[in-house]
């Protein structure tokens, strides 16, 4: 048996983002520092509205000597247009290059690739060209994801919807406090030096399968949190910490009592920044 998994994440599209002007362009508008991006790697990161909530999400890799954005093939076209209303007249060329690039993870003993930008315990993550062999299922993938409690927008969480703090960019270094200006930075900046986050994604279980996503989680007969993706019995939601830290009863969602449980990540970021 393996104790190494690969696979083609092929919901992802790869978008090329070249000229003299395009790290200039990006570091303006996204919440991640590209400084952090040497000549090889990526970064994770979103580009937001100007209320803060997340529009894109997205890994920018250096390859080659060019930026290639590995996103939500659902999000691709409005992304693409999105970043034409903002490049004017910038030396910055945009391309679909889904055809010749695919996104590939692998995760387990001896992960090949670099690093996911988010968690290391989530394994790699590259861009590549050419076939690619794999020994497991994106669902295999999303539920190594899951286990791990690491959201994933379009899955656990709908666009324009959530600010970063909700989507625990925070926590998976999706966003530098310490940058310059981008678009939605006022919002995101006054919620991390107010500490007025009050949504998090967590860990729950039941015990048999949970329902679709979108159903409510409640307990002492109200809503405390929204149900994201799940397989099986094992999902994630995101919830309102202060009220699942008031609640008498135990949560459920439809019929099921579930278990609500903080990622292992979430719980050593919280240490880390009270000390």
């Not at 508008?29 to 580009?47: I, S, W, Y």
């Not at 690739?113 to 993550?125: E, F, K, N, S, Y």
């Not at 329902?211 to 307990?219: C, D, H, I, M, T």
Request: aromatic residues 8%; proline residues 3%; charged residues 25%.
């Amino acid at each position: 048996m393996t104790d190494t998994f690969t696979t083609v994440l092929d919901d992802r599209a790869v978008l090329a983002i070249d000229g003299d002007d395009a790290r200039m362009l990006l570091q303006g508008l996204v919440t991640v520092d590209l400084d952090r991006l040497g000549d090889t790697g990526h970064v994770f990161g979103a580009l937001l509205a100007p209320q803060g909530k997340i529009q894109f999400d997205f890994f920018i890799h250096a390859h080659d000597g060019r930026l290639l954005i590995d996103m939500d093939r659902d999000r691709a076209s409005d992304f693409l247009k999105r970043m034409m209303l903002y490049k004017l007249r910038s030396d910055v060329t945009l391309a679909d290059v889904s055809d010749t690039y695919h996104v590939r993870v692998s995760w387990g003993a001896a992960p090949i690739g670099t690093r996911d930008a988010r968690l290391a315990a989530l394994g790699t993550r590259d861009v590549v060209e050419g076939s690619t062999e794999s020994n497991a299922t994106p669902d295999t993938y999303h539920a190594h994801r899951m286990s791990l409690g690491v959201p994933e927008a379009g899955k656990d969480f709908s666009y324009d919807d959530i600010f970063p703090h909700d989507a625990m960019l925070d926590a998976l270094k999706g966003v530098d406090f310490d940058k310059g200006c981008y678009v939605g930075q006022e919002v995101v900046s006054r919620m991390q030096h107010r500490g007025t986050a009050r949504k998090r994604f967590f860990h729950v279980e039941a015990a048999a399968s949970l329902p679709a996503a979108g159903e409510a989680v409640e307990s002492d007969g109200k809503p405390i949190g929204t149900l994201g993706g799940s397989l099986g019995s094992k999902g994630l939601a995101l919830v309102r910490t202060d009220r699942l830290e008031a609640a008498q009863s135990s949560p459920h969602v439809s019929d099921l009592d579930v278990i609500i449980t903080e990622p292992d990540y979430f719980t050593s970021f919280k240490t880390a920044k009270s000390q």
